[in-house]
């Protein structure tokens, strides 16, 4: 029995001790002047989430925010012995109604804080493709191909070829099924460096969205320029847009001037996964 109580004994102090080392740790620390310089200076990186934007069924994607982690930041700069703002660590704040929560709305635009927008062809055949393909890598942009399920198939090896673009499924030609909706997503995102995450919707099409939000996958309804591409941007370009032109010859003309356009507006050109980031 006496030996019983020595070990709970012994098993108190011990728990004791460490309890009262940790506080002992933790006084020490908030007195140390380099807890004190990041602790007054927290609040200077600190930024605060945008919440997403939500009307009927669309959503504009808001920006996370991140909190300075006091703790986490005092230990890694305490082995530097001075404060370094390339040490800080932050938590990250998710912003209130995230994309993740609402897949069942269609993304109109990106968050217009982040000065982006994105460019969007539809890609079924290979006629203008080398064409387009030297402006978007003489211009150092990021585009967006949503590539037809038929020509996918026959040309997955040019596809991964190209440079500088983002590609995504568009399906039979803009209809999506079940039974091969995932087979072409896991498809490029074998053969491309991005994952597709991301179906296309020309009309707000109820049943491209219930599909592709079951899947856990976004649906993105871009500004449609059908004609006169330079002077519809120049109308419409705004700093979010998703802008969807055609592949034809009209469009790869005039797209050196567009991008002129747009940059000269202080937008970057970048693709969906980037403008659309939380």
């Not at 390339?86 to 990250?92: A, F, G, P």
Request: with cysteine; proline share 2%; glycine share 6%.
């Amino acid at each position: 029995m006496k030996n019983i109580v020595k070990i709970i004994g012994l098993f108190v102090l011990i728990v004791f001790s460490f309890f009262y080392s940790d506080k002992v740790a933790s006084v020490i620390s908030s007195k140390d002047s380099l807890m004190v310089k990041i602790d007054n200076a927290a609040a200077n990186y600190d930024v605060k989430s945008i919440s997403g934007i939500i009307k009927d069924n669309t959503i504009i994607p808001g920006i996370r925010g991140r909190k300075v982690n006091i703790n986490n930041s005092y230990k890694k700069m305490r082995e530097y012995g001075e404060f370094n703002d390339d040490l800080i660590v932050y938590d990250y704040i998710n912003p209130s109604n995230s994309l993740e929560d609402n897949k069942d709305k269609f993304i109109i635009s990106g968050n217009d804080t982040k000065n982006m927008v994105s460019i969007i062809f539809i890609l079924d055949n290979v006629k203008y493709i080398d064409k387009l393909d030297s402006v978007v890598k003489n211009k150092g942009i990021v585009i967006n191909y949503f590539v037809s399920s038929n020509f996918l198939i026959s040309n997955s090896t040019y596809i991964t070829n190209l440079n500088n673009v983002e590609i995504y499924n568009y399906g039979d030609d803009g209809k999506y099924y079940p039974d091969n909706l995932l087979f072409y997503n896991n498809l490029i995102t074998r053969i491309t460096n991005n994952k597709a995450i991301y179906c296309l919707s020309l009309d707000y099409d109820s049943d491209v969205l219930s599909l592709c939000s079951k899947n856990n996958l976004y649906t993105v309804v871009p500004n449609i320029i059908k004609s006169d591409p330079y002077i519809g941007v120049k109308n419409s370009v705004k700093s979010g847009s998703i802008i969807l032109f055609e592949l034809n010859n009209n469009s790869i003309t005039e797209l050196s001037i567009i991008i002129d356009y747009i940059k000269g507006k202080g937008l970057d050109i970048v693709g969906l996964s980037n403008l659309l980031s939380e």
